[in-house]
C-alpha cells in the first residue's frame, strides 16, 4: 500500500478531460472511489484484479464501472491487455519510449496519468538525492537571511574574465574539493527534514532543473518567492523542504500552492485573496515548463 497520504489533484483537467465529461455523473462519482484504490495500491496506479472485484472494493455496480472502461477512462483488459508505453517528449522534441505498465496474462487495470507520475516522480527524485556524485554548495548558508544563500552575481558581457585561477587559488579549490569528499557519506545518509538551508536550497533548484526550467531561472523564481513571502522568513524554506519530500510532477505550481497555503494560514483573511492574487499574476506565463498540465489528460493520460 502506498505510504503517501494524498495524491495532486487539478480541478481545471477535471473539467476540461473530454473522455471523462462522456461519463454520467454517477460513473465520474466512482472514478474518485477508484483513482483512491489505485493511489493506495501496492504498484502505483494499477490494480491487478478482475473488474468485478474492483466494482466491490469501490462499492460501485459493474454497470458504472464498464462505463469508465468503455469511455477510455479507466485503462486495462481483463486478460492479454496492450502494455503501457510512454513517450516522454522535452522542449518540443520525442525521447525514447518507456514501458510503465506491462500488462501479462492476466487482469490488469491502471490509470495512465497515475502510472506517468510516479515515473515522473521516481526519475526527478533520483536527481535530487545527495550522494558522492551530487554533493550540496560546501559554504555555510546564513541563516539569518529569509531568502536563498548569497551567490555570487553574473558577469555582464564585456567584462573582464581573467586568466584563470592563480596558483594560490588553485590549490585552495583542490582541499575543498578534499573536504567535500570526505563529507559525502554523511550527506547521503540524510532525509530531507535533516537536511541544512543551504542543501534544500540545492535539491529544490535540481527539482525545478529536472523539470524542464532554465537553468538561469530557477535563482529568479526562488527569488521571487523569498521576496514575496519575506514576512515569513521560514515559509518558502519549508514550501522546498515539502516538494523534496513529494517529488510533485509540477514542481513550480506545487511550490508556489504550498507557499500559498502556508501564508494563508499565518495571514488576516482579508489579506489572502489579494496576495495569492498578486503573486499568480507575477509568475504566470513567466516559466515554461518541459510538460504542461493543461493538455487535459490529467485523470486518464
Request: aromatic share 6%; hydrophobic share 35%; proline share 7%.
Amino acid at each position: 500500500m502506498s505510504d503517501r497520504p494524498a495524491f495532486q489533484f487539478y480541478p481545471k483537467d477535471w473539467r476540461n478531460n473530454a473522455k471523462l465529461r462522456r461519463c454520467s455523473p454517477a460513473a465520474r462519482g466512482v472514478w474518485v472511489d477508484l483513482l483512491c484504490l489505485l493511489h493506495d495500491s501496492d504498484e502505483y496506479g494499477v490494480l491487478r484484479w478482475p473488474l468485478k472485484e474492483i466494482a466491490q472494493a469501490a462499492g460501485a455496480s459493474m454497470a458504472h464501472v464498464r462505463e469508465l472502461v468503455d469511455k477510455g477512462v479507466l485503462k486495462g483488459a481483463e486478460r492479454r491487455g496492450e502494455d503501457y508505453i510512454h513517450t516522454p517528449r522535452h522542449a518540443g522534441k520525442a525521447g525514447e519510449p518507456v514501458a510503465l505498465v506491462s500488462a501479462g496474462d492476466g487482469p490488469c487495470w491502471y490509470s495512465s496519468r497515475f502510472v506517468k507520475d510516479e515515473w515522473l516522480r521516481q526519475r526527478r527524485g533520483a536527481g535530487t538525492r545527495f550522494d558522492s556524485e551530487n554533493q550540496p554548495p560546501s559554504r555555510s548558508p546564513n541563516l539569518s537571511q529569509s531568502g536563498p544563500p548569497n551567490e555570487p552575481p553574473n558577469r555582464r558581457v564585456g567584462e573582464p574574465q581573467g586568466d584563470g585561477p592563480s596558483i594560490a587559488s588553485s590549490s585552495a579549490t583542490s582541499g575543498s574539493s578534499e573536504a567535500n569528499a570526505s563529507a559525502a557519506g554523511a550527506a547521503a545518509a540524510k532525509t530531507p527534514a535533516e537536511l541544512t538551508k543551504a542543501e534544500l536550497w540545492a535539491a529544490g533548484k535540481s527539482l525545478l532543473r529536472e523539470a524542464g526550467m532554465p537553468e538561469a531561472q530557477c535563482g529568479s523564481f526562488i527569488g521571487k518567492l523569498a521576496g514575496d513571502y519575506k514576512a515569513y522568513p521560514d515559509l518558502l524554506l519549508e514550501a522546498v523542504r515539502t516538494a523534496v519530500v513529494e517529488q510533485p510532477a509540477d514542481p513550480v505550481s506545487f511550490i508556489v500552492a504550498t507557499c500559498q497555503r502556508l501564508a494563508g494560514k499565518r495571514q488576516p483573511t482579508s489579506t489572502r485573496a489579494a496576495e495569492r492574487k498578486q503573486t499568480m499574476a507575477a509568475l504566470g506565463g513567466e516559466f515554461v515548463m518541459g510538460e504542461s498540465h493543461a493538455t487535459g489528460d490529467v485523470i486518464d493520460a
